[in-house]
């Protein structure tokens, strides 16, 4: 009598079912590892489109309009005075420029309200606009761009103890075997034309207290750090420190420090704290020292009120209604197709998640 043979564990060919699994690279099932777990998958119908399209234009348009308004309401007078301060050839502006001669302008200024204003409800900002400035370097290739913005050292702006770290900032590094401070052509290169300012023979005040960001002023320029061998080199770039006052009080200096990206830039330079009424003549008596006119830059001076968005800037304003209003003709484009050629939407049912639920 014969018997079919019974596969065991030990037989030639067997496989152990338990051994199989601890084998397999397969990962355990679980909802979170086959991506079940429940999930919003929603249907963009028509409806939900336009209303997303309508929704966005509601939000945006009156930003928009709110935002142009706030900078048509600002007050700004731009005065250029590299070009009238000093007459004669390139060079000749350059050798006048870098000699030691009294470089003192006298600009006129006429404060005019275009528009209904409120003296009491803002300050008075001066603004300092330079063009193609060393900032930008836009008149060399990339690696000079690279060379000027890289040539500063933080942790020696930042610690006392780190004064001698000026490995980045050649140039500007060392003046006869002794680390300036604060190094670097960033620095190097502080902007020194100054203003005076005045109404009817009386002298305006200048507020440049707060000037700088306190970001800047409380982490990234130290307390108990001083200028130290500042523009003593051969060749002088800007304006000089008062070495008595810590590099955390020089803001002039943490202004310009912070580089602009664009070669046409606006720098704060104080701020005028009393009224200026319509019509009022301001006299600004000024020091043209600094050297734009090596490489074909301006030099300008901004008077200007601010409003909630700040200065004086159309852009916000344009883009969200040009958002806005893209977004609106789309909505209307949509329900106008949608009414004249409708198209019948599918069932949801058959779609793999729905008709699947388990992915098995």
Not at 145 to 157: E, G, N, T
Not at 270 to 275: A, F, K, M, N, V
Request: proline share 6%; glycine share 6%; charged share 20%.
């Amino acid at each position: 009598m014969s018997s079919n043979p019974t596969p065991s564990s030990g037989g030639p060919g067997s496989v152990d079912p338990s051994a199989a699994r601890r084998n397999s690279k397969r990962p355990k099932y679980s909802k979170f590892t086959q991506q079940e777990l429940p999930a919003c998958k929603p249907i963009l119908t028509p409806g939900w489109v336009i209303s997303a399209f309508l929704l966005v234009s509601v939000v945006f348009i009156p930003i928009g309009v709110a935002s142009l308004f706030a900078s048509r309401d600002v007050v700004e007078i731009v005065d250029r005075y590299d070009d009238v301060c000093m007459n004669g050839t390139k060079s000749d502006r350059i050798k006048y420029i870098q000699g030691s001669g009294d470089k003192t302008c006298t600009r006129t200024l006429t404060w005019t309200v275009v528009m209904p204003y409120k003296p009491h409800s803002h300050h008075h900002f001066i603004g300092l606009c330079v063009s193609s400035t060393f900032q930008h370097f836009p008149f060399l290739s990339f690696p000079f761009v690279s060379l000027y913005v890289k040539s500063r050292s933080d942790a020696q702006l930042r610690y006392k103890k780190k004064e001698s770290e000026v490995s980045a900032c050649k140039p500007e590094d060392m003046v006869d075997g002794k680390p300036i401070v604060p190094c670097g052509l960033i620095a190097w290169s502080l902007f020194n034309d100054t203003y005076s300012f005045a109404i009817r023979n009386q002298n305006i005040t200048v507020n440049k207290k707060d000037i700088s960001w306190e970001s800047d002023r409380d982490h990234k320029f130290g307390k108990d750090v001083y200028p130290k061998n500042f523009q003593k080199g051969s060749l002088i770039g800007g304006a000089h420190l008062n070495e008595s006052v810590p590099l955390s009080q020089q803001e002039d200096l943490i202004v310009w420090m912070r580089t602009a990206a664009l070669p046409t830039f606006r720098k704060l330079y104080g701020r005028i704290e009393q009224d200026l009424q319509a019509n009022d003549v301001i006299t600004v008596t000024l020091q043209n020292n600094y050297n734009t006119y090596s490489f074909n830059g301006k030099k300008m001076l901004v008077l200007s009120t601010t409003s909630w968005i700040g200065g004086k800037n159309d852009f916000l304003g344009i883009a969200y209604l040009t958002v806005g209003g893209f977004c609106f003709f789309l909505a209307v484009l949509f329900t106008l197709i949608y009414l004249v050629k409708p198209r019948r939407l599918g069932d949801p049912s058959y779609l793999s998640w729905n008709r699947n639920p388990g992915g098995r």
